[in-house]
């Protein structure tokens, strides 16, 4: 068992409150667009410009969509505490993909540059930030596991935190910051494998959709529909969106490799 004795909030100034989650969020954000800047020193075929327009759209558009799904998914305390809304926890991290994607689409549609391999070469960069992201998890105690002791349970004793004071739970915040480095390295070794462009991001989907899925089993959170909560019911139907266009995409290479 481990002890995690840490306040969520990093510093105060006045009135203004900095909690270690959004600073661990917005590190996230942060490597992931200097990901981006350093593969485009490596030679991707990517504008600076583009990318940070790119930015400019997907950062807000992925905090509105990660918001309006919290929402949706505790919409009976929202419904009492609308000024909570605005709040800056509470943010999904499928919301945040789907609408950052929704908003790069919507770009490209104007722009005209190639959004699958702009996606391809932003997968490593997403899961890093993830991962950086879910250490702000960890330490605001919120996204924990199943009560009761385990070789591998944590316990958290700051009052402060969002986990329950001195209780044993499952650290599904650690597992999940180990599957996503994981999957990075795994990302860096397959990217060059996967044709056409926007392969990796759509292998990425799958891949993290079925762990979303899986982890949800021992996470504690509220259902949502069918006795499984928010991120396993849009994790399944990113599942049956993602896997069969995945592929449909590779034997259609695969067809047009041979034909050449």
Same mark, same amino acid.
């Given at each position: ?20 989650y ?27 410009d ?34 909570a ?86 650290p599904? #915040? @650690? ?5 996503? =480095?994981?999957?990075? $390295?795994?990302? !860096? *070794? %397959? ?38 909560? #928010? @991120? ?5 139907? =990113?599942?049956?969106? $993602?896997?069969? !266009? *995945? %592929?449909?995409r ?11």
């Open positions: 068992m481990f002890e995690i004795n840490v306040d969520p909030v990093a510093f105060s100034i006045g009135s203004l409150v900095v909690k270690w959004g600073i661990m969020m917005a590190l996230g954000v942060i490597a992931l667009v200097s990901w981006i800047f350093w593969r485009i020193k490596r030679g991707a075929d990517i504008s600076y583009t990318v940070l327009t790119a930015a400019i759209i997907a950062i807000p558009s992925g905090i509105i969509f990660s918001k309006l799904l919290h929402v949706i998914d505790a919409w009976e305390y929202y419904s009492l505490n609308p000024g809304i605005l709040s800056g926890e509470g943010l999904t991290i499928f919301g945040a993909i789907i609408g950052a994607t929704i908003g790069l689409w919507i770009y490209s549609r104007y722009s005209h540059f190639n959004l699958g391999y702009l996606l391809d070469v932003a997968v490593p960069g997403i899961l890093l930030g993830q991962a950086i992201g879910r250490v702000g998890c960890l330490l605001n105690g919120c996204c924990y596991g199943e009560y009761g002791g385990s070789g591998c349970s944590v316990i958290y004793t700051n009052p402060a935190s969002a986990a329950p004071y001195g209780v044993e739970v499952v599904t #915040q @650690a597992y999940e910051i180990i599957f996503l =480095l994981c999957l990075f $390295a795994f990302s !860096l *070794f %397959i990217a060059k494998k996967l044709r056409p462009d926007g392969q990796l991001f759509l292998l990425y989907i799958s891949l993290y959709a079925a762990w979303r899925v899986a982890i949800g089993f021992v996470r504690v959170n509220d259902d949502f529909a069918l006795g499984l909560e #928010q @991120a396993q019911v849009v994790g399944l139907i =990113l599942i049956a969106l $993602a896997v069969p !266009l *995945f %592929i449909y590779l034997r259609k290479q695969k067809e047009a490799d041979k034909n050449t």
